[in-house]
């Protein structure tokens, strides 16, 4: 395993992000930079943990525990408990941004300035610092106070509206969907800015919102309000307009099948055994398949009665590599799927007597600078004087110091 205290290899080398953010968006960003090989300063709340530490599922031995879900989202930093509602903990955090390239945090907009170390005042110490701020609203508009979880932006912003299917309420997306794409929009704004820091020496505040990100997600939903008029509805598991592209019945399960522009029908015509099809004058062209009489009535059961009587296996290895036809994988296939393998895409952790973490690795494949993932995460504090005497330059009285004024754990 990779040793988290040395700095990493990577295309991020030498950058150093200050993370004071909880739970998963922020997290999660400042993770994805680590991986590519940012040294990442965990600061958190001795009196207030990430709480993420007392999520489900743990790595056990005997009376001890620590928090997979919190592993997986912090490995490879290195942690530091800093209180900043006192002023020492203030000088403490203004030290480390003095020498830090980038600072995350997901709190609600002017938690930060109440604390006394909002942007303003941290561009002072360090005017070329990224200031990535993750927000359920974001920090400007009526709406920027109020408090917002996962499901707030999967609500705001649309997208819960129109998951689900007809007839019934809707549904939220089954992953928090509202973090994840703050995330991914957060690191993109970071490397980003970053960048821009580099060539002038001048930082920026990078500010993300949930609700934002659940906007940009919504694929067409936009446009066609403000087109037609049209407003998105769910669709359970076919598409609004691609036809098919939808979820069916196999012999031992689901498989995904979109074989909907017309040279992947024909071919799927020839694939099951009914070549006749790609003449039938009903159905031969794209744009008769997407009418939504012909498919339910024509084009459905016909793909349905393609995929009944095989199995998933059967089906991908008949048609896989042909046209987008895909089992619809449990977690748990996932997992020991070979080709999730063959990308590196479950990586493992030691973490000594509690055992090993297998845990997801990282999409980002970079041919000449590969992340490290397969990294653990810091027990509370574990690091502090480590990362003081680097980052900070303090010595060892001076740690102590501020561990009697109550500044540190």
């Not at 994805?32 to 990442?40: I, P």
């Not at 999967?154 to 939220?172: C, D, F, K, L, T």
């Not at 009914?274 to 062209?285: A, R, S």
């Amino acid at each position: 395993m990779i040793d988290t205290t040395l700095p990493a290899p990577g295309a991020l080398a030498g950058v150093t992000v200050i993370d004071l953010s909880r739970v998963l968006a922020g997290p999660y960003a400042s993770q994805t930079l680590a991986d590519l090989g940012a040294t990442v300063i965990k600061v958190e709340n001795p009196r207030d943990p990430d709480v993420s530490r007392g999520f489900p599922p743990y790595l056990t031995d005997g009376d001890e525990e620590f928090s997979a879900y919190y592993a997986q989202y912090n490995r490879g930093k290195l942690g530091v408990g800093i209180d900043l509602a006192t002023p020492e903990g203030k000088e403490v955090l203004k030290d480390l941004v003095r020498g830090a390239d980038v600072l995350v945090e997901n709190f609600r907009p002017g938690t930060m300035e109440k604390l006394g170390v909002g942007y303003e005042v941290l561009r002072e110490i360090n005017p070329r610092l990224v200031y990535t701020a993750i927000s359920g609203y974001g920090r400007t508009g009526s709406r920027s106070k109020r408090p917002a979880f996962d499901n707030t932006a999967q609500a705001a912003g649309g997208i819960w509206s129109m998951n689900g299917y007809a007839e019934h309420p809707p549904v939220r997306v089954g992953v928090t969907i509202g973090d994840l794409s703050a995330t991914l929009f957060a690191v993109i704004g970071t490397l980003a800015a970053l960048r821009h820091a580099e060539a002038t020496g001048v930082g920026q505040v990078v500010d993300v919102a949930q609700v934002d990100s659940i906007v940009a997600l919504t694929e067409t939903a936009v446009v066609d309000y403000t087109v037609t008029g049209n407003v998105a509805s769910p669709q359970g598991n076919a598409h609004a307009w691609v036809r098919p592209y939808e979820l069916f019945d196999c012999a031992d399960g689901q498989v995904f099948f979109g074989a909907y522009t017309d040279k992947l029908w024909n071919a799927s015509c020839d694939l099951f055994g009914t070549p006749e099809l790609k003449d039938d004058p009903e159905i031969d062209t794209m744009r008769k398949r997407f009418e939504t009489d012909v498919y339910e009535r024509r084009v459905k059961p016909i793909v349905a009665g393609w995929l009944a009587t095989r199995t998933k296996q059967e089906l991908e290895d008949l048609a896989g590599d042909v046209v987008p036809l895909t089992a619809v994988k449990t977690i748990g296939e996932v997992v020991d799927d070979p080709g999730t393998a063959e990308r590196d895409m479950i990586v493992e952790a030691d973490y000594g007597d509690l055992g090993v973490l297998r845990m997801f690795g990282q999409p980002i494949k970079l041919s000449e600078t590969p992340a490290t993932p397969a990294r653990t995460a810091n027990r509370f504090a574990e690091h502090a004087d480590e990362v003081l005497a680097r980052f900070a330059g303090y010595d060892a009285a001076r740690i102590a110091e501020l561990r009697a004024a109550g500044a540190l754990p």
